[in-house]
Every structure is written in structure tokens, then in C-alpha cells.
């Protein structure tokens, strides 16, 4: 009886060994799954921040643009041949606006999609009429007020394009 009870001790032991091993497996398996999983969440909402950070900086920027936009429209309804120093102020705020804007672009570009780096890069490009248009004024082309308030309703257009995209492509991260 005592070989028996021996034996019986030694495969409950060997039982037991081989259940823990089997058990502490299983355990470090479903750790490592969880602690992937969570990287990969936490590495996808860092990402999504990121984007929504460049998006609204571009968007910032844009509307910065806008407004400035607004300003020299009010100087070309006025008489814009005796405003031409405000004018020409803009101007250099425009372009200076210009080059923040295309920085938000690149960051945008860098963050992606490339769906949305398209409409931003698409965005900075309707912004060229406008400029040239207001250089024209500040030359003295009669046509080119004209040119600029054709400008405006693109760049605007753009603007909702990129607000679209970005918004989707943040939707689906």
C-alpha cells in the first residue's frame, strides 16, 4: 500500500507541476496579448491627438488668413487707391500668415492621411490668387479687386474640404 500511495503522491505532483506550467503559460500569453493591446490603443490615441493637434493648428492658421482676407476685401470696397499703406501692410501679414499656414501644412503631411495632406496642400495652394491679386492692387490693376474677391470663395471652399477630411479621418481611427 505505501508503493501505492507513493506513486499516487508522485503523479499528483507531477499533475500539479504540469498544470502550473500549463497555467502560468497561458497566464504570460494572455499578459503579453493585453500589454500589445494596450500599446497599440495607447499608440493609436497618441496618434489620433497628434492629428487632431495638426488639423486644428492649420485650421487656426487658415482662419487667421481668413480674416485678414475679410480686412482687404472692407479696403477694396473703400477706395483702396488712397489705402494702398494699409493695404500694403496686409500684404506682409498675409505672407507672414502664409508661412505658418505652410508649416501646418507639412505637419499635416507628416501626420496624414495622405487624403488629408491633399486637402491641406490644397488649401495652402488657393491661397496664391488671393496674394497675387493683392500685389496687382498694390501695382495699380484696376481688374485686380476683382480677382481677389473671386479668390476668396476657393480658399473658403478648401477650408470646409480639409474640415471634412480631417474630421473623417479622425472618425475612423
Avoid at 497561458?26 to 500589445?36: L, P, V
Avoid at 492692387?137 to 470663395?153: C, K
Amino acid at each position: 500500500m505505501a508503493d501505492s500511495a507513493f506513486w499516487i503522491a508522485s503523479l499528483t505532483a507531477g499533475t500539479a507541476v504540469l498544470a502550473s506550467w500549463v497555467t502560468s503559460r497561458g497566464t504570460a500569453r494572455a499578459a503579453r496579448i493585453q500589454a500589445d493591446t494596450t500599446t497599440r490603443a495607447q499608440r493609436a490615441e497618441r496618434l489620433r491627438d497628434s492629428r487632431r493637434t495638426a488639423y486644428a493648428d492649420l485650421m487656426e492658421r487658415a482662419q487667421r488668413m481668413g480674416d485678414l482676407y475679410w480686412k482687404v476685401s472692407d479696403l477694396c470696397a473703400d477706395d483702396v487707391i488712397r489705402r494702398l499703406p494699409e493695404l500694403d501692410r496686409l500684404r506682409d501679414r498675409l505672407r507672414d500668415e502664409y508661412s505658418g499656414l505652410r508649416h501646418c501644412t507639412w505637419i499635416v503631411s507628416l501626420e496624414g492621411p495622405p487624403e488629408v495632406a491633399e486637402t491641406a496642400d490644397a488649401l495652402r495652394r488657393t491661397t496664391t490668387p488671393a496674394y497675387r491679386a493683392v500685389e496687382a492692387i498694390l501695382d495699380g490693376d484696376p481688374t485686380a479687386p476683382d480677382r481677389f474677391d473671386s479668390a476668396y470663395a476657393p480658399f473658403w471652399q478648401a477650408l470646409r474640404n480639409f474640415v471634412e477630411r480631417g474630421r473623417r479621418a479622425l472618425e475612423v481611427m
